[in-house]
């Protein structure tokens, strides 16, 4: 069965700093493109940021871009989302998520899906 298991998010104050990671399981996601979304109440899912399977392209959206980093550790099966200079407007559940291709995930989203991990950044 395959999981993608969310960690680390939590209550933090602006300014502060959480870093998410996502376990794989059940098969390996070495070739696959992997990602983060984020949703916050009343509005719909939206794209954080992907890597390309070998680390070597990173994609971000506007709103997180210098402030987040994501990166994976293909050995571990795990992508990380290190996200700094927080924002109220962070505030979400973050998603990760697995696709084969970067621009698909993208703009697509994943074809796997983890459960979902609260942030939640107070001001």
């Known amino acids: 069965q395959v999981q993608l298991v969310e960690s680390g998010g939590g209550l933090v104050q602006a300014g502060g700093s959480l870093r998410l990671s996502c376990a794989a399981s059940?098969?390996?996601?070495?070739?696959?493109?992997m990602g983060w979304f984020r949703q916050a109440p009343g509005k719909e899912r939206e794209f954080v940021a992907a890597?390309?399977?070998?680390?070597?392209?990173?994609y971000y959206a506007d709103s997180v871009n210098g402030r987040f980093t994501i990166s994976r550790d293909n050995a571990k099966n795990t992508v990380y989302l290190q996200m700094n200079s927080l924002k109220p407007e962070d505030t979400a559940v973050y998603y990760c998520?697995?696709?084969?291709?970067?621009?698909?995930?993208?703009?697509?989203?994943?074809?796997?899906w983890g459960q979902g991990t609260q942030v939640t950044v107070s001001s």
């Open positions: 890597i390309s399977w070998s680390g070597g392209s990173t």
């Open positions: 059940g098969r390996t996601f070495s070739s696959n493109a």
């Open positions: 998520a697995a696709g084969g291709d970067t621009v698909v995930l993208v703009t697509a989203g994943g074809d796997y």
